[in-house]
């Protein structure tokens, strides 16, 4: 396949002097001015300092090198590629929320990445966004399919989810009873964001955002804004980040549909926020191109904004794709209004349904690097990618036959089960140093890289069965919280300290 950019364009090629170094991690960084001009980044909570003399925020760049989360390369500009620890982080923070979608009532799907182009013209992306995308050709012409007209299909490498969602609605028959009908999607998105404004995970070319569609009557609308925005608080609260603002973003100057649908849309969207007793600001002109959105909106350690979480108003959608269900005393249902004459009840007619568009966390990676500069390094246990490390104290047998045991049982493993046998891994991240170096030079670079947890296996574990395990790591649970303060130092058999893991990890600290 050959990737080039819309309208149509074969992609540029290498120059010799991109091609002098295959990889480089994470982000390279421009050279620091010296120190007597130094302007420093500073958190966003801070006032501006009188002098240069206070640390730089953290940068999610440096960080994630020195935590070795991601890495770039000159052969995909603006697709960061996740490394081991980085993987482990985006996996829990999908993990969360598949297990939200659940309170929520979302349900997983997963879409194409590639379709032709006629379904982007379908959706007005072809139209209206098209700048932004990159098409896909065969590049063998035996291979050439083509099309109705007999031209090369072509096809578009996706934005967005939402037309594959909307051909998922429209694949069966719908009543009023089935709404909302709520769709999620954690495919990869492909945006061809200018080159110059690629950096680390913030500004990215491929991504994955937790995109969401509810399906829903006009009279669930107020309904559905309500429970998403309690789901962005829930999720926010959890990882810690704000406060954040809301932005109300109205009709931009390039839009489909007529402006009696915005302004309907607009309305029920103004309407929701203050019923719910949210404060926003009003950002007119920079709705999406097929209706008004709700943007999340947050501050890095530098105090620059970013757009994570949102939720999009659409009526045009549905039009275009020829979305309806069926619902009594049709007309009414259009209004968001209901009735109790039983002649308008007993007559069933199609209904157009509301398209909200929705994500949480917004681009993953995205969220990635403000949790990063947010953490800067002491990473809450449960989202930590070096959770647990055993240490020996001395190369022993007795000791090293413990300590590889305790590993065994924390990563929910085990070398005497059955090779037909599958595994039933815990998902903890735990790591064994059982080389010769003194204990405490082990304890120094363990604390060194963030460790939560530090088990130390000596004679006396043997002897006693047990392990010692420093705690000092994990967060303490906040004033909120029902957990228990955990003991800084304490000795427990390895059964015992997975599941005391297992419930720290359960309770997001």
Sequence with gaps: MAVGQLPFL????????????????????PARPP?????????ASCDSPATATKPPAPDHRELGLQQELFMTSIYSPGSPILLPNGARIFNRLLDFLRKQYVRYGFQEVITPTIYK?????????????????????????????????????????????????????????????????????????????ISGALSGLTRVRRFHQDDGHIFCRPAQIKEEIAKTLDFVRLTYGILGLGPYRLVLSTRPEQYIGSAEDWEQAEGSLKQALTESGHEYTLNEGDGAFYGPKIDIILKDSDGKEHQTA????????????????????????????????????????????????????????????????HYNGKWPFWLNPRQAIILTINGTQPVLKLARRTH????????????????SPSGFAVD??????????????????????????????????????????????????????????????????????????????
């Design 10 to 29: 074969r992609a540029p090629g290498f120059s010799s002097r991109f091609l002098t170094s295959q990889f480089r991690v994470a982000q390279r960084l």
């Design 35 to 43: 120190q007597s001009r130094v302007q420093s980044r500073f958190c």
């Design 117 to 193: 182009k006629a379904l982007w013209a379908k959706s007005g992306h072809l139209e209206n966004y098209a700048d932004d995308m990159y098409t896909v050709t065969g590049t063998s012409p035996s291979r050439a399919e083509a099309s109705e007209v007999g031209e090369e299909a072509e096809y578009g490498l996706k934005p967005m989810n939402c037309p594959g969602h909307c051909l998922i609605f429209a694949s069966q028959s719908r009543s009023y009873r089935d709404l909302p009908i709520r769709y999620a999607d954690f495919s990869p998105l492909h945006r061809n964001e």
């Design 310 to 373: 949102t939720i999009q108003l659409d009526f045009q959608l549905p039009k275009r794709f020829n979305l309806e269900y069926a619902a009594p005393a049709p007309e009414y249902e259009k209004r968001g209004e209901t009735t109790t004459d039983p002649d308008l009840l007993a007559n069933y007619g199609p209904v157009q349904p509301v398209l909200i568009h929705r994500a949480v966390l917004g681009s993953a990676e995205r969220l990635m690097a403000l949790l990063i500069e």
């Design 408 to 423: 065994e049982v924390l990563l929910g493993i085990s070398s005497e089960c059955s090779e037909t046998a599958a595994a």
């Design 432 to 509: 064994l140093d059982d080389s010769a170096r003194k204990l405490g030079a082990k304890v120094r670079d363990a604390r060194a890289k963030g460790y939560g947890l530090i088990v130390t296996v000596g004679p006396r574990d043997v002897e006693n069965g047990t392990v010692s395990v420093d705690m000092v790591g994990i967060p303490k649970p906040d004033e909120s919280s029902q957990a228990p303060p955990m003991p800084q130092d304490t000795n427990m058999s390895p059964e015992e300290l997975r599941e005391t893991m297992r419930a720290i990890a359960n309770s997001y600290r």
